[in-house]
């Protein structure tokens, strides 16, 4: 005998047919209060959220997909092992997830959720670089590709480039976006160079060399521009930050390898707050220090562990231009959110604690 559904069901199929499912950020948040230093301190960071993925909205589709299936499909849209985070001047929110080899793009406006896997014909393989520029255009290094792919605001593949003038690409990996020169530029850790593009993906000019002198590269791995215009380049088997002006001219350097606070065991995401404080992840440590202009270690913030506020291997960060800092907790697949305190660089010592 055929098994039938209620008559309700085929109505809300028939009556749900049209509708486009509404997305929203899945996160959790702590019970209790956590910042850093420690109470009773003045706080410089405190915790927001750790992000864990997408959802679609309780609308009639997804609720009626529950009934039916069983599952609302959230599981496939969850963070696997983000590695790269950014947003862009509307808020919207991409991350790259090596796990899955796809971009999660979330356009907070429409509610939107796309799950970038392909570029034209090409499967992403290993997305590990992330950046939007002023039209909201996405860009995409892929390390394993050697290519720069690109998409359209709303997911759509565009194009890719690869070519620098003298060869392709070897390994592109961090990418930061210039708004007043209109130019990307782009770490290729295994040619040893920082590389900058105009918008149309041709190359402007190249800085950095293999070696440990001033200017020189040991595997540069993340870049990140702050608002006052200086490039940090983490110089990870150096185990230092390098910094750029906008046009590669070498302003110096911090950072030395160590087990010590303010050492460098594996360097990771780089990013600048309002301040000018640098905040430099670091996967052996499973931690987030922060060091002034001048290389000056003075906070460390969180530590090992799967509880909000603590890491495992972290790795890709970004400081948006509220000052939020977002931290891609590779394995524990989640990106946590933390809010920074403006006008804090004479606040802490390097002991952590307020002057």
């Known amino acids: 005998m055929r098994s039938r559904l209620p008559i309700w069901v085929f109505c809300a199929v028939f009556l749900a047919a049209g509708c486009a499912s509404k997305w929203a950020v899945r996160s959790e948040s702590s019970e209790t209060a956590l910042q850093w230093p420690y109470q009773p301190a003045r706080a410089k960071v405190t915790y927001g959220m750790a992000l864990k993925g997408f959802s679609p909205n309780l609308s009639t589709r997804s609720l009626l997909g529950a009934i039916v299936y069983g599952d609302d499909g959230s599981d496939s849209n969850s963070f696997y092992l983000p590695v790269a985070v950014t947003t862009g001047r509307d808020r919207r929110l ?29 499967r992403l393989r290993s997305p590990v670089g992330l950046a939007f520029d002023d039209d909201l255009k ?75 002198g001033v200017g020189g590269f040991n595997h540069p791995t993340h870049i990140f521009r702050s608002l006052s215009g200086l490039l940090y380049v983490t110089d990870s088997m150096n185990f230092r930050i390098a910094i750029f002006d906008g046009a590669g001219q070498a302003l110096g350097s911090f950072g030395h390898h160590g087990n010590g606070s303010g050492d460098l065991a594996m360097p990771k995401g780089v990013a600048a707050d309002k301040d000018g404080i640098v905040y430099v992840a670091d996967s052996r440590f499973d931690n987030i220090q922060l060091f002034n202009r001048q290389g000056d270690f003075l906070l460390t913030v969180g530590g090992r562990g799967t509880d909000y506020g603590e890491f495992w291997l972290p790795s890709g960060i970004f400081i948006d231009a509220d000052n939020m ?7 524990n ?17 390097s002991s952590g604690l307020e002057r």
């Open 94 to 122: 991409a991350v790259a997830d090596t796990g899955c080899g796809c971009v999660h793009l979330y356009l907070p406006g429409e509610q939107r959720y796309v799950r970038i896997m392909t570029a034209g014909a090409e």
């Open 138 to 212: 996405l860009y995409v290094s892929d390390s394993a590709a050697g290519k720069i792919f690109v998409f359209r605001g709303d997911g759509e593949f565009l194009s890719y480039f690869r070519e620098t003038g003298a060869g392709p690409l070897k390994r592109p990996t961090g990418l930061a976006y210039n708004p007043d020169k209109k130019l990307l530029y782009v770490a290729d850790t295994v040619g040893n160079r920082i590389y900058a593009f105009d918008t149309r993906g041709e190359a402007a000019f190249s800085f950095g060399q293999a070696g440990e």
């Open 325 to 331: 800092l977002y931290v891609c907790d590779t394995y």
């Open 333 to 349: 697949r989640s990106v946590q959110v933390f809010k920074i305190k403006e006008n804090y660089q004479n606040g802490i010592s």
